[in-house]
């Protein structure tokens, strides 16, 4: 009879899997298993430019609008860098030039901004001394908005920037086009609305 060791003999180590490895099936078997198939894009493979296939003419308009919306706010970020201002900031002045004495919650509305973020644009630009609050006449907690001559100067600066970059949206266009496109874009918006 054998006589038991006490040494217990080591088990050979396991061949450390890569990350690679690790995070897909070894087998198709396995990839069966998963329900997964997923077979990784071939290297060099890159979508197109804007303006081509799905990012140009055969693209759906709502894709092609949030395209179009997030160059124009890239182009205004920067436009508007060094004045310090944001384009939500700029929507806020803007709103407040055309409709003094708003309220924080009609310019959110108003301004297409949540009324939280609004609430920090608003402390930002009152500090900033460009825009001031007085009592509402009937409902005195609620306050109004309008701007300082600070805040008309800044709103002028930041206009022709935004002037500028209006223009590039506009360039090739006949003035009759841009007119069937501002009343299209206007359109989808209180459709829409409407229909929420």
Known sequence: MRKA???????????????RQRSRPATKSARRENGSAAIPA?????????????????GHIAYLLRQAQ????LTMDRSLADLGVTP?????????????G????DVARVALLT???????IGNLERDGAIKKTPHPVHG?????????????????CRRRVDAVERRLVAGLGPREEV???RWLSRIALQLQEDG
């Not at 060791?5 to 990350?19: E, L, M």
Request: aromatic share 4%.
């Open 180 to 182: 069937v496109i501002r």
């Open 102 to 105: 708003l309220s924080g919650a």
């Open 42 to 58: 071939p290297h060099g493979v890159r979508p197109p430019p804007p303006g081509a296939g799905k990012r140009g003419e055969d």
């Open 88 to 100: 939500p900031q700029f929507a806020v002045l803007t709103m407040l030039n055309a409709y003094p």
């Open 70 to 73: 997030a160059a124009t706010r």
């Open 141 to 157: 907690r609620v306050l109004q908005w309008t701007l300082t001559r600070h805040g008309s100067n800044l709103l002028n600066k």
């Open 5 to 19: 060791s006490n040494i217990t003999r080591p088990r050979p180590a396991k061949k450390a899997r890569t990350r």
């Open 115 to 121: 009324p939280q973020t609004v609430g920090v644009i």
